[in-house]
């Protein structure tokens, strides 16, 4: 009984003291708001690869997925967010599926239009 959720991993790249972040695209309630980028893991796949799959695909950046950062969000009845660090090794960021990407210092974490989930990850964040 009881369908588990669906992991949705986020990665929380920080190079020079700032943090990756993207603007989505879509659905169209969400298109325009900041995120850290990610996306479902697959059946059984492990989550920190999950990071490291959805950053190569969404960004075309190569990164390391590392420890769990902040609280696990519940997005709906059937998904949790998990934010992981993840150390950034090569390539620069481009918006494959995004609007735009941005690197934003921790004075900007407060003041930028988030994806309502990941607003929670915001006192981590600022730990990083
Ligand atoms: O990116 P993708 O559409 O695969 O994400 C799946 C779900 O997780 C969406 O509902 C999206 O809004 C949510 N999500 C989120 N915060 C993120 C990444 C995804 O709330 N950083």
Sequence with gaps: MGE???????????????LLVARRASPPELAGLW??????AEPGEEPRA???RELAEELAIVVVGGERV??????GERMVLRAYAAEWV?????????????????????DLPWVPSDRALIAALREL
């Excluded at 995004?98 to 900007?108: C, F, K, N, Q, R």
Aim: no cysteine; net charge negative; charged share 25%.
């Design 90 to 110: 090569s390539g620069e960021p481009v918006a494959i599926e995004h609007l735009e990407v941005a690197w934003i210092g921790s004075d900007a974490l407060d």
């Design 50 to 52: 999950a990071v490291e």
């Design 35 to 40: 995120e850290l980028p990610g996306g479902k």
């Design 70 to 75: 902040g609280p696990e969000v519940l997005i």
């Design 4 to 18: 588990q959720r669906r992991e949705v991993v986020a990665g929380a790249v920080v190079r020079e003291g700032l």
